[in-house]
């Protein structure tokens, strides 16, 4: 599904992310590793086509994702550091404008979704009284509520408690068997299943 062959990627005139080829069908997951400063977020942000890579190639379905950013755009989700959201609106009203950008598919089980995440109590709270931990899980929760084939993901569970990490961990489980992919920098382990899962290590570099 997707793929990178030969991949650079540069911050300014540095060279952060080298040579780099992987490849992540339906149901796997490919989790990157690496020491601050090698290059995770980087490599992420290219794979998501928010990055322009100094050379090699991304690939979604066999078709090179500049040739066609629109299908690439309609197939990802992605999430980053930042959660994207207006803290001047309501959790509530934060999901229904994603929705408006068709951000967010039709959920059949979108009450199931926000309960499991701890979220039904909050759905009328403004996201700039919410904890750092909870603006995260309502981010999961909006990911998860796209219902799109593509996650790449940025430390998605950093300061998600331990609850809110095992309620994510299922979705992964639900998105993998149901031949969804997953690219995701972590810091913090994923409870991923390990007959899945695959690990791409990133060394600082040196340039």
Known sequence: MLSARQLDVMRGSRTIVAGVNLCVDGGAALL?????????????????????PAAGKVSWRGVNVRDDPARFRRDLAYLGHADGFNGELTV???LRFAALLGANALHANE???????GLQPLMHARLNRLSEGQRRRVALARLVLAAKPLWLLDEPTEAVDDAGALWFAACIDDHLREGGALVATTHRPL???AARARHLHLERSAA
Do not use: M, T, Y
């Open 92 to 94: 509530a009203e934060n």
């Open 111 to 117: 009450r199931d979704v926000l309960e499991r995440a």
């Open 32 to 52: 990157i590793h690496g020491a601050n400063g090698s290059g995770k977020s980087s490599l992420i942000a290219a794979l998501a086509g928010l990055l322009p």
């Open 191 to 193: 409870a991923v299943d």
